[in-house]
């Protein structure tokens, strides 16, 4: 492989979720009823540990939840196609049976959004994921809901990530 073409690939996506990889502690802010006009949050800490796997072609996380109801422990998993440049994000945790859909999309200038089709209490949505990065330490993602077409969104859940200092990243 020429040099130009390493170049290439390295910059083809592939790394877009690098900002991710290591141990972090977050701040999770989930709407009490989604899609039903409610200001009430739930406030609660998570930890999430990640890391890259398939020669640099996904990335795998392990975070547990200390929700209101409980601890829940959930996976993700991202996938990258050098073909389509996109990543498909499947989610799976103690509280659900089986991987999600996946949330497909890419990174632009620095953001990432990630869409897909649901149902939700009965009713076709649209669901969105929008992950950003601050620097080397900090990092934010969040979920929106639009029961309209994509035409409005409601953020329903925030996760804001502060990297473990004492994880020897």
């Not at 790394?15 to 009490?32: A, E, V």
């Not at 149902?119 to 979920?143: D, L």
């Amino acid at each position: 492989m020429t040099e130009l073409a390493q170049v290439e690939k390295q910059n083809d996506g592939r790394n877009d979720f690098d900002f991710f990889i290591g141990t972090w502690d977050s701040r999770q802010r989930r709407l009490k009823k989604r899609l039903a006009g409610s200001d009430e949050w739930d406030v609660f800490p998570a930890a999430s540990v990640a890391y890259k796997i398939l020669g640099g072609l996904g990335h795998f996380d392990e975070v547990t939840l200390e929700t209101p109801a409980g601890r829940v422990v959930g996976i993700t998993v991202r996938l990258f196609d050098p073909q389509t440049r996109l990543w498909s994000i499947y989610w799976s945790s103690t509280a659900q049976n089986g991987l999600t859909a996946p949330m497909v999309g890419r990174f632009e200038h620095g953001r990432g959004e990630f869409y897909d089709r649901e149902t939700f209490e009965g009713r076709s949505i649209f669901s969105r994921f929008i992950w950003t990065s601050s620097g080397p330490n900090a990092c934010r993602w969040e979920q929106a809901f639009s029961p309209d077409g994509g035409r409005t969104w409601e953020t329903n859940w925030t996760a804001d990530f502060i990297r473990r200092s004492d994880a020897g990243e």
